[in-house]
């Protein structure tokens, strides 16, 4: 404004700028030393408005977090915003919580200190995963404010990571706090398609985020950029209810947080990790998953010689001939559990079903059945067995059950339909797992719950569903969306189908095959609604029935947890590639949606030097048996490039092995 009162084209003019020297007089100054002290206000203005103003960066210097105390509207607020390589992804962001009695917290904040920016750079190894080491390297500052109008500290913790940035918030007011709403923004540029479901197990759509809408699942996965995606998630959330996200109606695109239920927070714990997942494309979200496994604490348990992942085969006819047929083929086919499903102690949806008994429910089985010596049976041909137990048996009898479980040499319990999201459940469903692990039985948790990373702490949950599997009939476009969003979260129970009608109606054998790749899962249920047993054997007639194929093999040999995980290709609701290594083998996966696509191959993760044998298992029409999979061998080595010719929602897999001699 001075500007415009200074003729500027005058460098001898001066300005009345009236000086009190004795109370009389005043005295002229020359324009160049208003300049100065013009200059000296203006400066003395600006670091006033951004003394709080702080800066984190990622190790690798991509990725910058600024940080502000601000005022809005009477509000200050501890706000964030997010760069990648200079350009704005967050807009600032703000974090307030709503108390039951309508107070704010965070509306009225001072930042009092900031700590010394401390590194982290370390690895660890999982007792399973997608990949054998796991690098954990991060910057890291927190941020101690103060609401002026409550009292309360107000703690904003802060890890910026190569991958991406995370954030949590503690308010240690001594007492616990009764919050009704929590308010963790992401403000976006622009309006950027997001990949949205509400529900666990729900089907995708791909929206603006204006158009979000409420009680959308996380992780979101949306696309700011021709190469940039981001997804929305979060961590950590053990004893806090589940996050949901919602759009908030305006001019700028704003996802604000929404708790599943009210909570009560003990003033010692903090919120879970909010996560923003950054990539260049979708495969390197995937690529980098286990940012959500950094931010869970260490393996509580001392010795994990117990927890052992691996094929699943579901048995469902609940007889004795039933469980030797599925004991017999995972023996043969290099499975390493059964599954005896629902119906094994009564019926499930029955409040009065004790799951301490076996009393076959009629419309499942007539028997007979002897749980226990049939344990017995699988224990001496080393097969685990798995029960399933409805969450109605679970809550009223959970303490009596698992030490019964381990008395009769279970090894593990599939939860079922389990209640989640609120603050309750979220806190009874962790504790379940713990008290599973204090009797060395490892868990499969149905149906909506969707994980947080507590898998690191207590491995003994080895997979979840949360997932719009097979036995849901999902089209191969919602299959492949589910790898870039609701996977990014880990591990995810696909119940894979093979023999079943579905699979020739929407699929191909080759993309089931596929999908034993693609999707991890360490208990990978497989051939969910087929059988061993034959029509003779169980009289009926609706069941699909494992028929002898040779592509089974690839079946046989896959395993279930991995070395080194890459994404070749990826376009979510389109198309995937996706590389497994197992030791020295690399099994392979590649699904196709909606059109005739070839993708390219090439080999460069391969050891160079080293000669491969690639076996791959290709859809075939042409081929006459009931599958129609065509195998074939190839040479290769590091330098080759592969070509995959995939029709519209089909797939192929593959096996890359060091060639024999």
Known sequence: ???????????????????????????????????????????????????????????????????????????????????????????????????????????????????????VDTTWKPVYGERSVIVDRYNAQEYVCEDT??????????????????????????????????????????????????????EYDKVRLTEMGDNVERPLTIQVGPDRYVAIAEAAAIDYPMMRLKSVPGEQPTIVSQLQSEVTWPSEQATPWRIIMIGDSPGQLLENNDLILNLNEPCAIEDTSWIKPGKVLREISLTNDGAKA????????????????????????????????????????????????????????????????????????????????????????????????????????????????????MVDIHDEYRPIGYSRTYPNLMTQEGVRGDEAKPSTSLAVTTLFTRNLAGAADHTICYFDPRVDQLWTHGQQLAKAVCTYSPWQFMYWYDTPLTKEQDGKTSRSRIVDSPELEFYQ?????????????????????????????????????????????????????????????????????????????????????????????????????????
């Open 1 to 119: 404004m001075l500007r415009n009162h200074l003729p500027l084209s005058d460098p001898t003019s001066a300005w009345n700028l009236p000086m009190i020297l004795d109370g009389r007089h005043t005295f002229r100054l020359p324009l160049a030393s208003v300049r100065f002290i013009v200059a000296c206000m203006m400066w003395a203005v600006l670091t006033c408005m951004s003394a709080h103003a702080e800066s984190l960066r990622s190790p690798n210097g991509r990725i910058e977090v600024h940080v502000d105390v601000k005022e809005v509207d009477q509000k200050t607020r501890f706000a964030y915003s997010v760069k990648v390589d200079g350009e704005v992804l967050i807009t600032d962001s703000t974090i307030t919580f709503l108390r039951d009695d309508d107070t704010v917290l965070g509306d009225h904040l001072q930042l009092k200190q900031t700590t010394e920016k401390t590194s």
């Open 149 to 202: 109008a409550t009292r309360h500290p107000f703690v904003v913790k802060l890890r910026c990571y190569d991958q991406g940035v995370a954030f949590r918030v503690a308010v240690p007011t001594g007492e616990p706090l009764h919050l009704v709403e929590e308010r963790t923004e992401f403000r976006f540029p622009g309006n950027p398609w997001a990949w949205r479901t509400t529900a666990a197990q729900g």
């Open 326 to 441: 599925a004991i017999d083929f995972a023996v043969a086919n290099h499975f390493q559990y059964v599954e005896f499903d629902a119906g094994w102690y009564g019926y499930e949806y029955d409040d009065a079903s004790d799951a301490t008994t076996v009393t076959l429910d009629p419309r499942r089985s007539a028997g007979p059945f002897d749980l226990q010596a049939m344990v017995q049976y699988a224990d001496q041909r080393g097969i685990g067995i798995i029960v399933y137990v409805n969450r109605r048996a679970l809550e009223k009898q959970l303490d009596e059950i698992l030490p019964l479980y381990k008395s009769w040499g279970i090894a593990g319990v599939k939860y079922g339909f389990v209640n989640t999201g609120s603050q309750k459940w979220t806190s009874w469903l962790h504790d379940a797992v713990r008290k599973a692990a204090e009797h060395e039985l």
């Open 557 to 661: 040999q896959i395993p279930t947890v991995w070395d080194e995980t890459k994404v070749v290709h990826g376009e979510i609701g389109e198309y995937a590639v996706i590389a497994r290594r197992s030791g020295e083998v690399w099994y392979v996966g590649g699904i196709n949606a909606n059109q005739p696509r070839e993708l390219s191959l090439p080999l460069s993760f391969l050891d160079e030097g080293i000669q491969y044998n690639a076996r791959r298992y290709r859809d075939d029409p042409t081929m006459k048996t009931k599958t129609k999979i065509r195998i074939d061998d190839q040479a290769v080595d590091s330098s080759a490039e592969l070509t995959l010719s995939l029709l519209p929602n089909s797939g192929e897999a593959i096996r890359i092995s060091p060639a024999k001699p």
